[in-house]
Every structure is written in C-alpha cells, then in structure tokens.
C-alpha cells in the first residue's frame, strides 16, 4: 500500500545516523582492542550505568530475561517457591520464575497505570512465596514504597523487572535502585538499546553480585575452576561500547519522547472512547510505550494503517491465556483487568527521533476517527 505521509512505530536508524562518529569509534575501538568478552568495554559499562543508577554492582548479562534468571537463581528460589508478578506484563517476567522451577503467581494491575496494584498484592502472599517482581511497565515505575514495605513484612525479596524503564524516576530515584535487585534488557527498541540483544543486573547486595558474577560464567571466578553449576550470560564486548555512547545521550533522548508524551497527552484529551495514561504525582515515566486504551481498538489500528501510521499492541495476550501457561489452568475471567488491557490496549509512535509534526499527523488522525 502507498503512504502519502508514513509514520513509524519506532525509528530504528536515525539514532545511529546521529551517533555515527562515536558508534563507529566504539567499533574500531573493541576491533582494534582484540579483546571480545568480558573486557575492558563491559568493565567499563557496568561502572557507568551503575553509577547512573545509583547502585553498587552492574552485572552486564546476555539479556533482560536472563538478569531476571539469574537474580532468582542467586537469591536461592526454586522448585517449591512463588514469586508474585504482574498478571499483565510480557511473558519474560513469568518465563524468569519458570525458568527455576517455581511457580509464578499472577496479581492484578491498577488499571490507571497498568502497574503491580499493591493493595492486591498482599493477600496473594503465602508460606511459599520467597518474592515479588514488579514490572516498570511502558516506562512508567510501578508504586514501590509499599511493596518494599510488603515485603520487609514478609521477608521477601522485590525484583524489579526494569526492562523498559532506563531513567524512570520514582519520587527522585531511579528504576534499578528501588528494590534489592533489578533486571534491565537493553534490546534494540528500548530507550537504552544496544544493537542485539543484552541485559544487567543491578543491586546493592554484596553477596549477590558476587554470586550473579560466577552465575553469568559457568559459575567460575577463576576459569576452568567453576563453584557451581553456571550459564554462559556475558554482556558482549561490542554492545557495552555501543551503550556506553548511548548511555550520554539516555537523558536527552528521555526528554525528547517526554515532550512527544506531552502533546499526546495535551491534543487526545477528552475523546469519548479513548483512555490515556494516568501519571501519578510521585512517577516520572521516560515512555518507553505510549499506551492508550479505546474501546475499538482493532478497527483504529486499522484505520491508523490506512493513513499510513504503524502502531503496536503491548501485549495482546495476557501470559496466563498464552498456551505456554496452559499447565496453571487460569481460563478466561481469571484476571479481568489484564484481559481488558489486552483488549484495547494500542501504543503509539513513540521515539526520540519522532517530529512534532508526525506527532501531529497521528493526532489528528486520531481525532477524526473518534
């Protein structure tokens, strides 16, 4: 189909277009270096995000749903155990409480924010729960005062599945630094991305972070002389220097997609069908997604493609209907809100390198569909 005007979802080439000169400097320089893993790039990274975080330890791993492994691993959780998460989320935070054999215990959002609803969160703890994995879902934190206090409560450990949330701010922290141990990816399309797939692990805890550092490789300090029983998850060489150039630029780049979330927020307010985000006085989201709720969801995706605007929907199938989850026997109706979520939930163009112009264009598209 021919577009007159076309908007992307996400730009995925123009930041390499900007950064050019210090991307292809970080690439000569780990070329040049003859050092591939493990190196002084990685070293280096995981000094420079922790440090922007405002943590002790940054572990860099091979991806966001390896951190979130890796963190359970070394807190000892297992067969047996629960781990409360989000019954809306993508299904890597489930997939990270699989992956050790315990048993993921979904529990409803709040339906302003699409965020872990701690009010709930309470009466789904047991004798078996061990932790609690919020998720900073679109970029926006999830409330993490009363979950830290839940779980000091209960002796728990909070995860924070900070995949999408690289500068969230909650009341004046940063996503990372909220809860005993977080989980980042750095996948291309996040706001922090690299150009493959990579993660980290960032937390406060001595014995974790030493534990995590012999996890992420076959569970050795020292090679050939392995402790325990590890995985093969090394933040490349090449992507750290790639995110370490990124890494100057997060802030900028936050507050551009912060000023396309204002005028998203400030030209679709009011329509009849269509419910925004709901941004609480104590959050600073860096949009990751831009999600709007409409109750026609499917027929404005499809109008929105004919006008030449690409759209996403995050995510329409909730991990307890997905057939990997079948085995829990949780039908449809068991989590209500996340199903209505996944229903009309539809994410706009969203991105640093997106024109007030084409904000524009999807507006007024909007507009007139509603």
Not at 309 to 331: G, K, R
Request: hydrophobic share 40%.
């Amino acid at each position: 189909m021919e577009f007159t005007h076309k908007v992307s979802f996400l730009d995925m080439k123009t930041p390499y277009i900007e950064l050019k000169h210090e991307l292809d400097e970080a690439y000569q320089r780990v070329m040049e270096s003859g050092w591939y893993i493990l190196g002084r790039e990685v070293k280096s990274f995981e000094q420079e995000f922790a440090e922007y975080c405002g943590t002790q330890y940054c572990i860099g791993v091979g991806n966001g749903l390896e951190a979130l492994h890796l963190i359970l691993c070394g807190y000892g959780i297992g067969k047996g155990d629960e781990v409360i998460v989000p019954s809306n989320t993508y299904i890597a935070t489930w997939l990270a409480v699989s992956y050790i054999e315990a048993k993921p215990v979904p529990v409803e959002p709040d339906l302003h924010t699409f965020n872990l609803d701690p009010n709930r969160v309470e009466a789904a703890i047991t004798s078996r729960t061990r932790a609690i994995m919020p998720v900073h879902l679109y970029g926006q934190s999830a409330d993490m005062d009363p979950l830290m206090q839940l779980a000091q409560k209960n002796n728990l450990k909070v995860v924070e599945d900070a995949a999408q949330s690289q500068g969230t701010r909650y009341k004046d922290r940063l996503s990372g630094s909220l809860g005993h141990a977080a989980g980042f990816s750095f996948y291309p399309g996040k706001n922090l991305g690299a150009y493959g797939d990579a993660g980290a692990i960032l937390t406060n805890d001595d014995s974790l972070a030493e534990k995590v550092l012999m996890l992420r490789n076959y569970g050795s300090k020292k090679k050939y002389y392995n402790e325990q029983k590890g995985y093969n998850s090394r933040l490349d060489e090449m992507q750290a220097a790639f995110l370490r150039v990124k890494l100057h630029h997060l802030d900028e780049w936050n507050q551009r997609r912060m000023k396309i979330a204002l005028y998203y927020l400030n030209h679709l307010a009011g329509l009849p069908q269509l419910v925004l985000p709901y941004i609480p006085e104590w959050s600073q989201p860096i949009w990751h997604i831009f999600p709007i709720l409409h109750k026609k969801r499917d027929n404005l995706q499809k109008y929105l493609y004919e006008k030449g605007i690409e759209t996403l929907i995050h995510y329409p199938v909730p991990p307890h209907l997905s057939i990997a989850y079948s085995d829990l026997n949780m039908p449809k109706g068991s989590f209500p809100i996340a199903e209505q979520i996944a229903s009309s939930e539809l994410s706009l163009p969203m991105g640093p390198h997106l024109s007030l112009a084409d904000a524009k264009y999807v507006v007024d598209a909007i507009q007139e569909f509603d």
